[in-house]
């Protein structure tokens, strides 16, 4: 659906352009001489509709795009949201937190990542799919699909795939959710990746024709090893932009094949009037559906009297699969430093401008006191080695951390305690049922963690 950010730890991943990613091939079938095939397009409309049991409220008309125009729409679609000045800020955030490499040009990369991929996409502003003329090369999603269905299947597939994405559109009003989230990427891209993981499994089913249990089975075996193959074969994209995108179809199919194992298609569907909260829920399926688990509520204060001169450029939520995702770059896959992530509770960051420099002021909740003084000790070691140059301090009170980077750093003996006295951090709960790793007794029996 639309085409958006990953502020600051994102980078394009909007429904429509993660979609489009995976429809690469679609227009060398359906476009011929100029013209759409018209014919092909409405069989794989009609079929669709029975496979999810959603029923279209109105025609999806096809349209061709030369490549130029394609990338004009992507940025046309960028700064219906931000600024050119925000997506500097949010690229230069995430680097000086060590998700991005340092001078990575976060509007560049994104446009860059989503012209190789594109040849069509779902519209929901003009309300239409958008086919790409002239694609000399297929995107990952060929090469990720054909090993699961004939090749001349795959394009019936991803188009199926991508006429979902209308059918959440005109029945879920999923664009409109998720524009009230643009505060919130982590929220936000639990509902692509719910939104995703519908279209993969939809448009496998399609080709499979029929739908039950052995269907998610087989696709969720397939995925499995999705992230490793696309980063292997895109190197040159930061990790910092590519991991999330395909994160929302590796975890997104997982987490929507339990909604259908447990109620069908119409378990699916209460996704989109109860959406999960958090990458955490996606990443373990068990917080949404048999022990409910929501992100604490973190609001950062108190700078605003000391950095007077400076300006709020955006705010954001990373969320475990940043986290982990930063863990991860910094340390290794599976390094056990990364494991970490997964006692998160909730975050909030304030992205902050003075002319060219930027500067970030983060404050992480975990389950526990033992997570928070882990995540503490191997990110000060992670920052320290590879962004030395970068002024940083990291502070832990309880089971929260506080994150400074930037030019603001060297004002910290006062900036913290001023942060610390004005943010407030939720009630945290702690894991019911079986333990995460780290998770220790340090938290207090009410289960609350309290910056003091």
Not at 120 to 136: C, N, S
Not at 216 to 238: M, R, V
Request: some cysteine.
């Amino acid at each position: 659906m639309k085409m958006r950010t990953w502020r600051p730890h994102r980078a394009m991943a909007a429904i429509a352009i993660s979609c489009a990613v995976m429809v690469a091939g679609c227009a060398y079938s359906l476009i011929s001489g100029g013209k759409v095939n018209e014919t092909l397009a409405s069989n794989i409309e009609q079929g669709i509709q029975g496979i999810r049991e959603l029923s279209f409220k109105q025609h999806v008309p096809l349209v061709l795009k030369n490549p130029d125009e394609v990338e004009q729409m992507v940025i046309a679609d960028l700064h219906r949201d931000y600024t050119d000045a925000q997506l500097d800020a949010d690229g230069k955030a995430g680097a000086m937190l060590a998700l991005f490499p340092v001078g990575m040009d976060l509007k560049a990369e994104s446009v860059k990542l989503l012209k190789s991929q594109i040849a069509g996409f779902y519209d929901p502003h003009e309300k239409q799919m958008v086919l790409v003329q002239g694609v000399a090369t297929a995107g990952f999603g060929d090469r990720m699909l054909e090993f699961m269905v004939q090749r001349d299947l795959v394009n019936d597939m991803l188009l199926a795939h991508e006429l979902t994405h209308a059918l959440q559109d005109q029945n879920f009003g999923l664009q409109d959710q998720l524009d009230k989230l643009k505060d919130s990427s982590d929220e936000e891209l639990a509902l692509k990746s719910v939104a995703e993981g519908d279209a993969t499994l939809a448009g496998f089913a399609y080709i499979a024709g029929r739908m039950d249990n052995s269907i998610a089975e087989t696709l969720n075996a397939n995925l499995k090893d999705l992230p490793e193959t696309f980063a292997a074969q895109s190197k040159d994209i930061p990790e910092g932009i590519s991991y999330p995108l395909i994160f929302q179809y590796s975890d997104g199919v997982r987490f929507v094949s339990e909604a259908y194992k447990r109620g069908g298609w119409k378990g699916v569907d209460a996704l989109y009037s109860k959406p999960p909260q958090s990458t955490q829920q996606i990443i373990d399926p068990s917080l949404y559906f048999d022990r409910p688990l929501e992100p604490v509520a973190v609001e950062v204060a108190g700078y605003q009297t000391i950095l007077k001169e400076w300006t709020n450029a955006d705010a954001d939520t990373f969320g475990e699969l940043s986290i982990q995702l930063i863990l991860q770059l910094g340390y290794g896959k599976d390094a056990p430093e990364v494991a970490v992530a997964k006692n998160w509770a909730g975050d909030r960051m304030v992205i902050l401008s003075h002319g060219a420099d930027v500067a970030v002021l983060w404050i992480t909740a975990f389950r526990d006191h033992e997570s928070a003084r882990r995540f503490e000790e191997s990110y000060r070691k992670l920052l320290d080695r590879v962004r030395a140059s970068t002024p940083h301090y990291i502070e832990r009170r309880g089971s929260a951390v506080l994150v400074i980077a930037g030019a603001v750093a060297n004002q910290s003996s006062t900036l913290a305690s001023a942060v610390w006295k004005a943010s407030k951090i939720g009630q945290v709960k702690p894991f019911a049922g079986p333990a995460h790793p780290l998770q220790a007794d340090a938290i207090g029996s009410d289960g609350v963690i309290r910056a003091q």
